[in-house]
């Protein structure tokens, strides 16, 4: 077996690099319209696109993995990933590039697949500073990508984006299969595939209205009928799921009383670090004649990318801290983290320095609280199921992310001033922004104050060796 060392660094490389998806176009995603000669409502898919596929796919892939080994579910989904960037770089049009987004989202599962490895080959001593890492990768990839796009971008024409990401995904995935051991657990039983139709019409119908609404309005037919229906799905797959004897998640493990508040605090965790990702960004580049700072992308993604760093440095320490005062209290100090940071923001936001200083506080905060989910979670399912587990997790923040893109981008869009006949967000919007995020972590705080020490489960179904 390859050492233990390489397995952690290439499956942290792969979450990087699924990661980095989420700020790829980031750059040019106020010229697509004119780049992709379209409409903003149809180029928004450009982004939605990839946020329905990483959902729907994180806790398929993850019960997949389950069942016919996790490396052979990570080369498949980094083969996605290539392929979708091939696409996309090759395209001219809008279809092409939201093709290819779609599959490029579906590279997401790398990471909670992972850290399921993880925990079926490394020793014991090392399992929690890996995870650590690993789950980290989901803020860190994309704060260090971002600088890079805009570089991108800059320099070159858009396509080449899609290029670098096809050729990142190439390598991963040779890395991956020279490097990481072929899953030795498996979980048998029949894949739930009626499960996971259902699970995915569920969720796209929630997160279109969560996503869309502010561009279709709230209260509009398009909204209401794709969350109401959504939830109504989603609501009849759990009934069936509790029902079957192979289904595709399990829902009385997920009910565990840790499981389900450690979920829970995934979505406001998500949405106080997408909130810092939708807010900063914005206050660093709006021009000075509207209150911010006028700094160009590549600066302003500098002055954002220490949070991504902070997360990187943390990890190690993260898992040694977990093992000696448990994953609850790490979780309870990265939200105390974050209701400090935007504390902080609130009264100090008016130099750039200042905003550097907040981002230092988020990659704390995150840092600590994206460590302690996946052990809170693998410490209270068998470990047949941490694949999927960790996928509903990860489908938990996404959930969180969604939302603060959709609250936050509405509050910047209402409180709005015109400056040489462009809309802008105003003091009052980032102000409110902040206070949507402080609200956000305090709750997460109030969440992981209930979860119980828990002890992992012996486990509960058979497990076939390759």
Same mark, same amino acid.
């Given at each position: 077996?390859?050492?233990?060392?390489?397995i /952690?660094?290439?499956?942290?490389?792969?979450?990087?690099? !699924?990661?980095?998806?989420?700020?790829?176009? /980031?750059p040019i995603?106020?010229?697509?319209?004119?780049? &992709?000669?379209?409409?903003r409502?149809d180029? +928004?898919?450009?982004?939605?696109?990839t946020l329905?596929?990483a959902?729907?796919?994180?806790?398929?892939?993850?019960r997949l993995?389950?069942?016919?080994?996790?490396?052979?579910i990570?080369l498949?989904?980094?083969?996605?990933?290539?392929?979708?960037?091939?696409?996309? +770089?090759?395209?001219?049009?809008i /279809?092409?590039?939201?093709?290819g987004?779609?599959?490029?989202?579906?590279?997401?599962?790398?990471i909670?697949?992972?850290?399921?490895i993880?925990r079926?080959v490394l020793?014991? =001593?090392?399992?929690d500073s890996?995870i650590? %890492?690993?789950?980290?990768?989901?803020?860190?990839? *994309?704060?260090?990508?971002?600088?890079?796009?805009?570089?991108i971008?800059e320099?070159?024409?858009w396509?080449?984006?899609f290029?670098?990401?096809?050729?990142l995904?190439?390598?991963?995935?040779?890395?991956?299969?020279?490097?990481v051991p072929?899953?030795?657990?498996?979980?048998?039983?029949?894949?739930?595939?009626l499960?996971?139709?259902?699970?995915?019409?569920?969720?796209?119908?929630v997160?279109l209205?969560?996503?869309r609404?502010?561009?279709?309005g709230?209260?509009?037919?398009?909204?209401?009928?794709?969350?109401?229906?959504?939830?109504?799905?989603?609501? $009849?797959w759990g009934?069936?799921? &509790?029902?079957?004897?192979?289904?595709?998640?399990?829902?009385?493990?997920?009910?565990?009383?840790p499981?389900?508040?450690?979920?829970?605090?995934?979505?406001?965790?998500?949405? !106080?670090?997408?909130?810092s990702?939708?807010?900063?960004?914005?206050?660093?580049e709006?021009?000075?004649?509207?209150?911010?700072?006028? &700094?160009?992308?590549v600066?302003?993604?500098?002055?954002?990318?220490?949070?991504?760093?902070?997360?990187?440095?943390?990890?190690p320490?993260?898992?040694? &801290?977990?093992?000696?005062? *448990?994953?609850?209290?790490? %979780?309870?100090?990265?939200?105390? #983290?974050?209701?400090?940071?935007?504390?902080?923001? $609130?009264?100090?936001?008016?130099?750039v320095?200042?905003?550097?200083v #907040?981002?230092?506080?988020i990659? %704390?905060?995150i840092?600590?609280?994206y460590?302690a989910?996946?052990? %809170?979670?693998?410490? !209270?399912?068998?470990?047949?199921e941490?694949?999927?587990?960790?996928?509903?997790n990860?489908?938990?923040r996404? $959930?969180?992310t969604?939302?603060?893109?959709?609250?936050?981008?509405a509050? $910047?869009?209402?409180f709005?001033?015109?400056? =040489? *006949?462009?809309?802008?967000p105003?003091?009052a919007?980032?102000?409110?922004s902040?206070l949507?995020?402080?609200?956000?972590?305090?709750?997460?705080?109030?969440v #992981?104050?209930?979860?119980?020490?828990?002890?992992?489960?012996?486990?509960r179904?058979?497990?076939?060796?390759e």
């Open positions: 077996m390859p050492r233990q060392g390489a /952690v660094t290439v499956l942290a490389i792969a979450g990087l690099a !699924s990661s980095f998806m989420f700020t790829l176009v /980031v995603q106020s010229k697509l319209p004119e780049l &992709l000669n379209a409409s409502d180029t +928004a898919w450009v982004v939605t696109s329905l596929a959902a729907v796919m994180t806790p398929i892939a993850g993995g389950d069942m016919y080994g996790k490396r052979r990570v498949v989904l980094l083969a996605l990933l290539v392929a979708g960037s091939v696409i996309a +770089a090759a395209s001219t049009g /279809v092409g590039v939201i093709v987004r779609t599959l490029q989202g579906a590279v997401t599962g790398v909670p697949l992972g850290i399921s993880l079926d020793h014991e =001593d090392r399992v890996a650590a %890492l690993i789950s980290a990768t989901l803020g860190v990839g *994309g704060a260090l990508g971002l600088p890079i796009s805009a570089l971008t320099r070159s024409d396509h080449v984006l290029w670098v990401s096809a050729g995904g190439a390598v991963v995935f040779a890395l991956v299969l020279w490097i072929v899953s030795a657990l498996r979980t048998g039983g029949r894949f739930d595939y499960g996971a139709l259902g699970l995915a019409v569920g969720l796209i119908g997160l209205a969560v996503s609404g502010n561009e279709w709230w209260a509009s037919p398009a909204t209401l009928a794709c969350g109401l229906g959504g939830i109504v799905v989603l609501l $009849l009934w069936y799921e &509790l029902r079957i004897a192979d289904p595709l998640l399990d829902l009385r493990v997920a009910a565990r009383r499981v389900l508040l450690t979920n829970l605090a995934s979505i406001v965790f998500g949405f !106080s670090l997408f909130a990702n939708v807010i900063y960004p914005q206050m660093l709006l021009p000075t004649a509207a209150g911010g700072f006028g &700094l160009p992308l600066a302003a993604s500098l002055v954002v990318m220490p949070a991504g760093l902070v997360m990187m440095v943390l990890s320490f993260s898992g040694r &801290l977990a093992r000696t005062v *448990g994953p609850k209290l790490l %979780l309870v100090v990265g939200a105390i #983290a974050l209701v400090l940071t935007y504390g902080f923001t $609130l009264l100090f936001s008016s130099e320095w200042q905003i550097l #907040a981002n230092i506080g990659g %704390l905060g840092g600590f609280g460590a989910m996946p052990m %809170l979670i693998m410490r !209270s399912v068998p470990q047949s941490t694949g999927a587990s960790n996928g509903l990860a489908l938990f996404s $959930l969180g969604s939302t603060a893109a959709a609250v936050v981008g509050v $910047l869009a209402t709005a001033v015109e400056i =040489d *006949g462009v809309p802008v105003d003091p919007a980032f102000h409110i902040f949507l995020g402080g609200a956000a972590a305090l709750i997460a705080l109030l #992981a104050l209930f979860i119980p020490r828990h002890r992992a489960p012996e486990e179904h058979p497990s076939l060796r």
